[in-house]
């Protein structure tokens, strides 16, 4: 099992990923990210500039999932937590969580004193794993571009 950065030749299997799991839990709609310009060209996105990164969940060559960190409100150093998803044979392994960790890890890294996410009421076990791992619900913050989510939380991380 490997973690690393995302690069080009992952894009087909992540938005593949991603929208199969959004079908999945009934979100392949507008106002989530099954829609985002981006999806198909990741890579480009978490690339194009530093304090942003996606992380790539790998196996035996086979890529399982993956997360990504982008800034979301500089003035107040918030990060986003971006497109947690796997593979449906690569859930219940604790692999989200190595993942999240991952990416808590890169948003201190860059500087970011709060990682906030956005989710959705029928993604029940990605909501249970933010609470264990010390996300706290909370209001969703302006800027958005997913109308469609309805669960919010924020997670202070250590400040350097």
């Known amino acids: 099992m490997m973690i690393r950065q995302i690069k080009p030749s992952d894009n087909p299997v992540l938005a593949q990923i991603i ?4 079908e999945e839990a009934k979100l392949a709609l507008p106002g989530t990210a099954y829609f985002d310009a981006s999806l198909d060209n990741l890579s480009e996105f978490y690339l194009a500039k530093p304090r942003r ?3 790539v ?3 035996e060559g086979q890529v399982l999932g993956g997360a990504g960190v982008a800034e979301f409100d500089s003035a107040n150093k918030i990060a986003e937590l971006q497109k947690l998803y ?8 604790g692999l989200s969580k190595l993942l999240l960790g991952k990416c808590e890890q890169f948003a201190q890294a860059a500087g970011y004193h709060e990682l906030y996410l956005e989710s959705h009421h029928n993604l029940q076990v990605a909501l249970q794993l933010y609470e264990r791992m010390g996300y706290r619900s909370c209001q969703g913050l302006a800027g958005s571009e997913h109308s469609l989510m309805d669960r919010f939380f924020v997670k202070e991380l250590s400040r350097k």
Request: some cysteine.
């Open 86 to 93: 796997l593979t449906t044979e690569a859930r219940g392994q």
């Open 19 to 22: 929208r199969a799991s959004l």
């Open 53 to 55: 990164c996606y992380f």
């Open 57 to 59: 969940l790998e196996e």
